[in-house]
């Protein structure tokens, strides 16, 4: 995967993806990995790869000032079709391997549905861990490979999956492992698919 590939996928995807992956069971996983965020007036929220703004419904009506970045246009144009009138929020044109914002910017960082499609995941939890204030939370909701294992079945498919702009082999754990001095993982929870999608909360010390 590269990012040339991901503008192109998913420009493509973009119509489609809410149909696809923000209903049924997606959009109950999702739901549930937000649901219990506890989020305060005037906070600063960061979504990292906001795709089409299927998490902005689950975060409105509650003051905060929320950045929403993601490197395809077109999957930002459908985000801002779910604004809501009155509620604050920044579109920005960016790549999450590179965000440019300053040092512990944000009180909470939402990376959803991210880490697997990024070609440089490791890169992209840097930059994460990099914008989260002291104190601030990290909320991922993803797909990894169970237990950092990837089957045989797995590897055969990886390859064929990735031309469709996500990687269903990475490992939670080698992300984890740099910071686990600077994080604490809060909660670690199976969503989807026997716990090949979780939900994961992080604070960052």
Not at 72 to 100: H, N, W
Not at 163 to 182: S, W
Request: aromatic share 8%.
């Amino acid at each position: 995967m590269n990012n040339s590939w991901n503008r192109i996928i998913y420009k493509l995807w973009a119509p489609l993806y809410d149909r696809v992956f923000n209903s049924g069971a997606f959009a109950g996983a999702r739901k549930k990995a937000l649901s219990d965020l506890d989020l305060k007036p005037g906070q600063q929220v960061l979504l990292v790869g906001a795709g089409t703004g299927a998490d902005l419904p689950l975060i409105s009506g509650r003051s905060l000032s929320v950045t929403a970045i993601d490197l395809s246009p077109a999957m930002l144009a459908e985000a801002r079709s779910k604004v809501k009138e009155g509620e604050k929020i920044t579109f920005l044109e960016m790549d999450a391997q590179d965000l440019r914002f300053g040092d512990e910017t944000f009180d909470v960082v939402i990376a959803n549905l991210i880490l697997s499609v990024v070609p440089d995941a490791e890169r992209c939890m840097q930059e994460i861990v990099r914008v989260t204030s002291h104190g601030g939370k990290i909320v991922i909701f993803d797909k990894f490979a169970s237990n950092g294992r990837v089957s045989p079945v797995m590897k055969v498919l990886r390859p064929l999956i990735s031309v469709l702009g996500t990687d269903i082999g990475r490992d939670f754990n080698l992300l984890f492992l740099p910071y686990k001095e600077q994080l604490s993982i809060k909660e670690e929870s199976p969503l989807l698919m026997r716990g090949m999608y979780r939900k994961i909360v992080l604070e960052k010390n």
